[in-house]
């Protein structure tokens, strides 16, 4: 049943007037003088509050008659038509590791333009298509290595295009030569830490050329022991201390918008080493890794 518009909480209201994201999907509001329907971000011109009315649901709003709104679209799931197009683009870059990642094909999947997908994309992921996309390109360049393939091939399969592509990329992104990981990081010195992040456990390693891996999971053990398992001919040495750019770049990363928070966690994962591998290849070098640059204790 509808409540009349004095029936409205105060905190109902504010979170109208501030398009307050966290309220979508616990009610709509409707405007008596439009007929229109709305979630509390709508961001639509607000009703006076004497002409609006409140609804748990979508369902409950049209049987009285209103009309879902065209720019918030109510009627659908928690997520707005932006979010649930940057969903629909982060699920075609993963499904898609051969293709090159255009705004041109992002904007056909999503029914975005290309400078609003743009935007939209970077806001609510944090990262631009195109660095979300290489960052995947090199997560499946890996697994086809571990699975035996030749560079040349695991290449081609993660869209590459060439081999000065690939040097030029995959290397500043390994820590090593895609022939030296190819190898197990065979005669190279591996530096790691473990600590804890906003989904879960997080392990983050480098060699003196750059970042190596980056593990998520819950276990620090099982971690360990999938770095040791990538890296079998490689030194491993665990840091005591926490370089302070790493804990610093983890912090940042791990802050989710309301989209990130409603995919599915191995998304999430994917995205939040997206961010990492993003921060850390601008900021490393050999002075990330000293004790006394802003170490903090594992």
């Known amino acids: 049943m509808a409540k009349s518009s004095n029936e409205i909480s105060d905190t109902a209201w504010n979170a109208i007037l501030k398009r307050d994201r966290h309220h979508d999907g616990r009610f709509v509001y409707a405007a008596l003088t439009t007929g229109i329907y709305c979630r509390p971000s709508c961001p639509a011109r607000?009703?006076?509050?004497?002409?609006?009315?409140?609804f748990a649901t979508a369902a409950e709003a049209e049987r009285e008659g209103f009309i879902a709104c065209r720019r918030c679209y109510p009627e659908t799931d928690s997520l707005t038509r932006a979010e649930?197009?940057?969903?629909?683009?982060?699920?075609w870059i993963e499904a898609h590791p051969q293709h090159p990642i255009t705004l041109a094909t992002l904007s056909q999947v999503t029914?975005?333009?290309?400078?609003?997908?743009?935007?939209?994309?970077?806001?609510?992921?944090?990262?631009?298509?195109?660095?979300?996309?290489?960052?995947?390109?090199?997560?499946h360049f890996?697994?086809?290595?571990?699975?035996?393939?030749?560079?040349?091939?695991?290449?081609?399969?993660?869209?590459?295009?060439?081999?000065?592509?690939?040097?030029?990329?995959?290397?500043?992104?390994?820590?090593?030569?895609?022939?030296?990981?190819?190898?197990g990081g065979e005669g190279t010195d591996i530096h790691y830490a473990v600590f804890h992040a906003g989904l879960g456990?997080?392990?983050?390693?480098?060699?003196?050329?750059?970042?190596?891996?980056?593990?998520?999971?819950?276990?620090?053990?099982?971690?360990t022991e999938s770095l040791r398992s990538e890296f079998p001919e490689a030194l491993l040495e665990r840091k005591q201390v926490v370089p302070g750019k790493w804990q610093a770049a983890v912090k940042s990363c791990g802050?989710?918008?309301?989209?990130?928070?409603?995919?599915?966690?191995?998304?999430?994962?994917?995205?939040?080493?997206?961010?990492?591998?993003?921060?850390?290849?601008?900021?490393?070098?050999?002075?990330?890794?000293?004790?006394?640059?802003?170490?903090?204790p594992v």
């Open 46 to 54: 607000h009703p006076q509050r004497r002409n609006t009315l409140l």
């Open 84 to 91: 649930t197009s940057v969903k629909a683009a982060l699920e």
């Open 111 to 139: 029914g975005l333009s290309s400078n609003h997908l743009q935007q939209t994309f970077k806001r609510l992921v944090g990262l631009s298509p195109k660095v979300f996309g290489d960052a995947r390109r090199l997560a």
């Open 142 to 183: 890996k697994r086809y290595i571990k699975q035996g393939m030749s560079v040349s091939n695991a290449s081609y399969m993660a869209g590459y295009g060439s081999s000065r592509a690939l040097y030029e990329k995959a290397s500043k992104g390994m820590g090593m030569t895609p022939g030296g990981y190819g190898r």
């Open 201 to 223: 456990r997080t392990l983050i390693a480098g060699t003196d050329r750059g970042i190596c891996a980056i593990l998520i999971g819950d276990d620090q053990k099982q971690l």
């Open 255 to 296: 802050r989710e918008r309301r989209l990130l928070c409603e995919l599915p966690l191995d998304l999430r994962c994917r995205i939040f080493e997206a961010k990492l591998w993003s921060v850390l290849q601008r900021s490393f070098g050999s002075q990330n890794v000293r004790q006394d640059d802003g170490a903090l």
